[in-house]
């Protein structure tokens, strides 16, 4: 059983959770995740370690309430307990010896971002911090990223915040500036991937994005998070979660992401009705 030490509510429908997990923590590092259960007869689901504490032994988890186990998952407190927590997984980000990046992020995939823009920052590398929301009231760890950014630019679709439009036009407008980068990282949406990929792609700049396709074991014996990316089929769990941005197919990965879609709202809403009862 995993205690959670803290739970902070970033927008309507984004949690941050600090977990103690000291041999999680140990070990962790950034682009990896871990697989948990809310409880003995939950469904395991993958999420990315937003942060760590060695010291303390916490681990940090950042989700957004979309179906039935993060809707449980949202309802836990201070004190309470997840029954597993396992992990590290995946394949850690490749930080060293880049010396300028940037680092695009999307939505709550900013939660994936940070950690990458945290670890670079404290390696010594420029970190430009390009990242986008639809609107205001959905914005998550500004503060955080112009902690660790040498540049940091806020992008809205609505034009609540920052500048409106999206983090492409934000990131072609630096490129254009002249801007040389040793790699720029994306997480967030695929569309929005996508279309970072495409830009870098014109201009010839090395591309990682970070993939969170549907996940089961985290072992690779499922074959659930399979991708193809240069023509071949990998598995986000074991081989990734990271790729080259200019080798993923992602129309296929678009595809597959929404085969469960109906299902997870369906689940979540039957969720959200029965603990409601109970909690009346």
Known sequence: ?????????????????????????????????????????????????????????????????????????????????????????????????????????????????????????????????????RTKDLVILEDEFKKVSDKYILMSDDGSCGEKGLVTDALKKLLDGGEKYDEVITIGPLIMMKFVCRLTKEYGVKTVASMNPIMIDGTGMCGGCRLTVGGKTVFACVDGPEFDGHEIDFDEAMARSTIYKPFEREMHEKTCNLLNRQAK
């Not at 939950?42 to 032994?57: C, F, H, M, N, Q």
């Not at 309430?65 to 407190?77: C, D, F, H, N, W």
């Open 1 to 133: 059983m995993y205690r959670i030490v803290s739970k902070e509510i970033l927008n309507p429908t984004v949690v941050k959770m600090d977990v103690e997990a000291p041999f999680v923590a140990k070990k962790a590092l950034p682009g990896q995740f871990i697989i948990l259960r809310v409880d003995e007869n939950g469904e395991r689901i993958p999420l990315t370690v937003a942060d760590y504490d060695r010291e303390k032994g916490t681990v940090s988890i950042i989700f957004q309430i979309v179906g039935a186990t993060t809707e449980k998952l949202s309802r836990l407190e201070e004190g309470d307990f997840i029954c597993d927590f396992a992990g590290p997984l995946g394949r850690a980000t490749k930080t060293e010896g880049l010396k300028k990046v940037a680092v695009v992020g999307g939505g709550v995939g900013c939660a994936i971002a940070f950690p990458v823009a945290k670890r670079l920052h404290e390696l010594g590398c420029e970190v430009h911090s390009v990242v986008g929301f």
